[in-house]
């Protein structure tokens, strides 16, 4: 999941919160100019009126205008009375690191000599502790959790039992490797009935030091939505710098080693298993469609850019193979869209089953907006067909 602190969200203007009425978005905003002006004692009275309806006000907001009377020497008593009040809003959310961050926050310069600064500092690392604890208590019960819903290797070949709806996780031996993995179980699982299976390559491969397998957060990715939607599996990989889709044949490899435990203990269809992941596991997808497309239906990719370090994909093999859909929006600042489009002009005439789509906006992470999850599911029917009830 993403977390915003106080401090980047101060510095991206979020000064609006979605929902809240007309007139306080615009009493904010026009704070938010005085103090691009540095008029602080202005903006301290835009925000004392929008702060009136105390239902509204977020903690950035307050922070914001802690800031903006901490700089306005008549106003420093309310910039102590609004430093206290952000400790008391129930869904603040900040780490051991933001409170670093807050204690040198330059705008409060002028409260480092009050009490008040002090007991508001402790009020925070107090708040980063206990949602650390409450980190490390979800993590423990996630894994807890996938652990109990892992299935033993099953005694005879098509041998499938009952299986509890949600994660379960296992690992396989690769190289020296014990490579972790999901299994999603979707409501509809019935041991009688072969499944549809979609295997997900995760992105930030290339920056990820460890496998996050203590991240509860994963749950929350769209795919697993998507997949109650197609009434499908769902395998999902752990990568990492080291050992990952981008650069290492050999974690390429495992994943096929990942799909063969599965359909051992999932009724899976053989016919219908499809794999695709998104940014970097969307180049994967490309990988696999152009070099190694055995064993899959179908492949798509969500803001990828089809360019392996592995060697040149053969795109020649999208001529008669399985289809592939694609997905990049025209304001990826990632991989830009111009670049992706560019090598599908160059192969589309010698890869017709590669299915080239765009969208204007959303960025590199559009997946993760208010339409990601639709596209998915769009792209998905396209590959897949609409699901069988």
């Given amino acids: 999941m993403r977390r915003i602190s106080i401090l980047v969200g101060l510095c991206c203007g979020l000064w609006a919160v979605k929902g809240q009425a007309q007139n306080y978005d615009q009493q904010l905003q026009r704070a938010s100019a005085k103090m691009g002006q540095q008029d602080y004692c202005g903006a301290v009275r835009e925000f004392q009126v929008a702060f009136a309806d105390s239902t509204k006000a977020g903690p950035f907001d307050v922070f914001a205008g802690t800031i903006a009377a901490a700089n306005c020497p008549a106003y ?3 910039a102590l009375q609004w430093l206290l009040r952000i400790p008391r809003f129930a869904e603040l959310s900040v780490t051991a690191q933001d409170v670093r961050n807050i204690a040198q926050e330059a705008g409060l310069r002028s409260l480092y000599d009050a009490p008040q600064w002090h007991y508001f500092l402790a009020q925070m690392q107090a708040h980063s502790q206990r949602r650390e604890k409450a980190a490390q208590q979800a993590a423990q019960q996630w894994l807890t959790s996938a652990q109990q819903n892992a299935l033993p290797s099953p005694a005879r070949r098509k ?55 203590n991240d509860p957060g994963v749950a929350q990715e769209p795919i697993f939505r998507a997949a109650e939607e197609q009434r499908a599996l769902v395998l999902y990989p752990y990568g990492r710098k080291s050992f990952g889709w981008v650069e290492h044949k050999v974690a390429l490899a495992a994943v096929r080693q990942m799909v063969a435990e599965v359909q051992a203990r999932y009724h899976v269809n053989a016919r219908r298993i499809y794999l695709g992941g998104m940014s970097n596991g969307g180049t994967a997808a490309f990988w696999y469609a152009c070099q190694q497309p055995r064993g899959f239906a179908g492949f798509y990719a969500l803001s990828a850019m089809p ?83």
């Fill in 307 to 389: 360019v392996s370090s592995l060697g040149p994909l053969r795109f020649q093999t999208l001529a008669s193979g399985p289809p592939l859909y694609s997905l990049n929006a025209e304001d990826d600042d990632v991989f830009p869209y111009q670049e992706v489009a560019a090598i599908y002009q160059q192969h589309s005439a010698q890869a017709p089953q590669w299915h080239f789509e765009s969208r204007s906006t959303g960025g590199h992470g559009f997946l993760y907006g208010s339409d990601g999850l639709t596209a998915l599911q769009a792209l998905l029917v396209q590959l897949m067909g609409s699901p069988t009830k």
């Fill in 159 to 213: 041998q499938y039992g009952s299986a509890v709806p949600g994660f379960a996780r296992y690992t396989v031996s690769a190289d020296t490797v014990r490579a972790p993995y999901l299994v999603y179980v979707p409501q509809s699982y019935d041991p009688t009935t072969p499944a549809p299976l979609l295997v997900y390559l995760h992105g930030g491969v290339a920056s990820a030091t460890q496998f996050r397998i």
């Fill in 76 to 78: 420093r008593t309310q």
